[in-house]
């Protein structure tokens, strides 16, 4: 069993036809905001070579770190939600009952961690 509190997740989006520039505009500035956050570990956006596609990876230090964020990024979210369909949200490690709360707005999966490392 894992012994640190690391809650990581992998968000899936698609990026609507024509929207791409306002998409890049709005992932910047998140990622400024991001980078401010004490808590955020891993905040990496990646595109399928069409361009359509979207991986997001972001980990944060614990359940208070992934709540920090959801509450900074609110300021983005609507304009975010325009420019993109959410697929999946994947969660890994063990968010506490108010980070898993917060992630399930975004049809949130959970997955526990059953063995391995981290270092």
């Not at 979207?54 to 609110?74: A, K, P, Q, T």
Request: glycine share 8%; aromatic share 10%; hydrophobic share 40%.
């Amino acid at each position: 069993m894992r012994s640190d509190k690391n809650v990581y997740f992998m968000v899936k989006l698609t990026i609507h036809e024509g929207k791409d520039e306002s998409f890049r505009g709005i992932v910047d500035e998140m990622s400024v905001a991001t980078a401010e956050e004490a808590g955020a570990l891993n905040y990496e956006w990646s595109l399928s070579e069409d361009g359509r596609t979207c991986h997001l990876l972001e980990r944060y230090v614990d359940s208070d770190g992934v709540r920090v964020h959801l509450e900074n990024i609110g300021v983005f979210i609507d304009r975010f939600l325009a420019t993109v369909d959410i697929v999946g949200v994947d969660v890994f490690g063990d968010p506490d009952a108010a980070a898993r709360d917060a992630l399930s707005q975004f049809g949130a999966r959970f997955h526990r961690p059953y063995a391995g490392f981290v270092r």
